[in-house]
């Protein structure tokens, strides 16, 4: 079990990573709460937010 233990990088709070609320970053931060407390937005949201552009539309896109 210590082997899972981590300590959450923005409260400081112990936690056990497998049980992180944080999507991508489950080795840093306890929860999302503390993911977007610290970095201002969750990598989660950002990852949702991107679209793939085929490469044949991004000369056209780029204009």
């Known amino acids: ?13 112990p936690y056990d990573w497998r049980r992180s609320a944080s999507s991508y970053l489950k080795m840093t931060y306890c ?3 503390c ?4 970095l201002g937005f969750t990598i989660e949201t950002l990852l949702r937010e991107f679209e793939y552009v085929r490469g044949e539309w991004r000369a056209l896109l780029a204009a």
């Open 31 to 33: 929860g999302s709460l």
């Open 1 to 13: 079990m210590q082997g899972n233990m981590r300590i959450c990088q923005r409260c400081g709070a």
């Open 35 to 38: 993911e977007k407390a610290d």
